[in-house]
């Protein structure tokens, strides 16, 4: 079998996380960062790899990209990707509450034919509310609760006093838009699961901060024509970033390996 090449896009936490678990079968061949970040991130990877700052610049053509760059990272190199034709695996789906984007996204996957792959990403479950919104949800409600200092550096900040909490702490309610938007870097899930179910102003979403979590848990209930599911995941986060979830790499590894494999699970 012959090697494929992958392209991520952002070389922090998560996508080094990636890059330790590639399955054999896939190099990594090109890395795209921010300007201020080639030098040392070239200096970090050695030859093997063309560390870039625009997708434009790649001359050859990989087998997958994927994003491991946050919001702004999919909103700058998004439609780069998809209008060569290419696959691009994204994580920091909460950009896509914003319609423009979204709208632009899809314009430039139809006008190149790229593809575009929501990750499930730090939850489990969006084949299941995917496959029951054909049948009419009525209601799906996500909740997620982390460590304070999970939550640092967030708008949370702006919510709630994080070093002060004594007990689980509920400090935003709205809706998995409004939640993606305004915690760019910890709630893009409630858009995965917008986006899987009945939509980002449909979707509930409820954010705490609980001093005695040392895991990331995620809660889904969903309700409809099909009947109802409740899933709760207690994620483990990264050490190197505790605001993402092991699985949420482990989900993109999971991107990189359906690509090598025929046979797709
Ligand atoms: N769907 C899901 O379940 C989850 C999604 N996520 C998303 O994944 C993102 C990455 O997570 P993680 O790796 O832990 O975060 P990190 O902050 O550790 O890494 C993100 C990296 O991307 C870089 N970056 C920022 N803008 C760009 C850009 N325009 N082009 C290329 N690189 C860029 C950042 O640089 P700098 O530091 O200079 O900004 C940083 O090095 C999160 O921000 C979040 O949006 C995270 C967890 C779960
Ligand atoms: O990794 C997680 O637990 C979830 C997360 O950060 C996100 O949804 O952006």
Known sequence: MTTKRLMIIGYGAMAREVHRLLPAGLELAWVVVPEAQVAATR?????????????????ARPDLVVECAGQPGLAEHGEAVLSRGLTLAIVATGALADEGL???????????????????????????????????????TYEACKAPKSWKGSHAEQLVDLDALTE????YEGTAGEAARLFPANANVAATIALAGIGMQATTVRLTADPAATRNTHRIHAQGRFGEFRIELNG????????????????????????LDPVTV
């Open 43 to 59: 200096e970090l990877l050695g030859d093997g790899v063309e560390v870039l700052c625009r997708v434009a610049d790649c001359q």
């Open 102 to 140: 979204y709208g632009r996204l899809r314009q430039a996957a139809e006008r190149g034919d790229g593809r575009m792959l929501v990750l499930s990403g730090a939850v489990a479950g969006m084949d299941g509310l995917a496959a029951a919104r054909e049948g009419g949800l009525d209601s799906v």
């Open 168 to 171: 689980a702490t509920v400090f």
């Open 236 to 259: 483990r986060p990264l050490e190197s970033n505790p605001k993402t979830s092991m699985l949420a790499a482990l989900s993109v590894v999971r991107a990189c390996r359906q690509a």
